[in-house]
């Protein structure tokens, strides 16, 4: 089983509506949690970091649930410019470097 | 803001040249790694440099090595390509303990 995991999609999603999909990772010990935002081909960035129970960001919103360990997103009024890949990364704290853990994505088209 | 730099942004090698793709970061972190992306594969951890002076093996590290040759830069080289290195690789920084990573724009590398 991988570490972390994701639905690859693609969610197709009508401009205006609600997405939301999970992200459920194995190692308990993962402290803190990152959303990144991927276009195609284009270098990830930085969405949404989740260090306790969730964030909330505009339209975005992030919850972590460490009992059933998954960490969801949900993106509101969904605009054509939100159609991308979302990645989950989950990271462990270690004396010798933080390890990181990517998924493998969860891509999102918008549709007029 | 440069954040983190990678050269060159594409590279055509054949089967058994060298290159080294270079990173620089201006933000000062204390680590770095090296991801490449594969379609289909998400991103997967070749090498890290958690501090100044130390380097470890990521997910995949067979066919590449790294040195960290300062506190702002560290190099990724293939010795001897393989076709199986075509990928697109990824720079990335991170600052503190728990902190998300930064991206550098990417190296697409075609090995024929």
């Known amino acids: 089983r991988k570490e972390v995991e994701q639905d690859p999609g693609p969610f197709n999603v009508p401009e205006g509506a609600t997405v939301a999909f999970n992200c459920t990772y194995s190692n308990s010990a993962s402290q803190s949690f990152f959303w990144y935002r991927q276009d195609c081909r284009k270098e990830p960035k930085l969405l949404m970091s989740?260090?306790?129970s969730g964030n909330e960001d505009g339209r975005f919103t992030a919850q972590l649930n460490r009992a059933s360990q998954y960490i969801s997103l949900l993106i509101r009024d969904s605009k054509l410019s939100d159609s991308a890949t979302y990645l989950c990364?989950?990271?462990?704290?270690?004396?010798?470097?933080?390890?990181?853990?990517f998924g493998g994505g969860t891509r999102v088209l918008v549709k007029p | 803001n440069a954040g983190v730099t990678q050269t060159p942004k594409f590279q055509v090698l054949k089967t058994g040249q060298s290159m080294t793709l270079q990173c620089a970061q201006d933000?000062?972190?204390?680590?770095m790694y090296w991801y490449r992306q594969d379609p289909g594969m998400g991103l997967r951890l070749i090498y890290y440099s958690a501090s100044e002076g130390t380097t470890d093996k990521g997910e995949v590290p067979n066919g590449y090595n790294v040195s960290r040759l300062n506190k702002r830069e560290f190099s990724l080289r293939l010795e001897s390509a393989a076709p199986s290195q075509t990928s697109v690789y990824f720079c990335a920084s991170s600052g503190y303990r728990d902190s998300p990573l930064h991206f550098g724009n990417g190296t697409r590398l075609t090995v024929t």
């Open positions: 933000m000062n972190h204390n680590s």
């Open positions: 990364v989950g990271t462990m704290i270690k004396a010798a470097g933080n390890k990181l853990t």
């Open positions: 989740v260090y306790s």
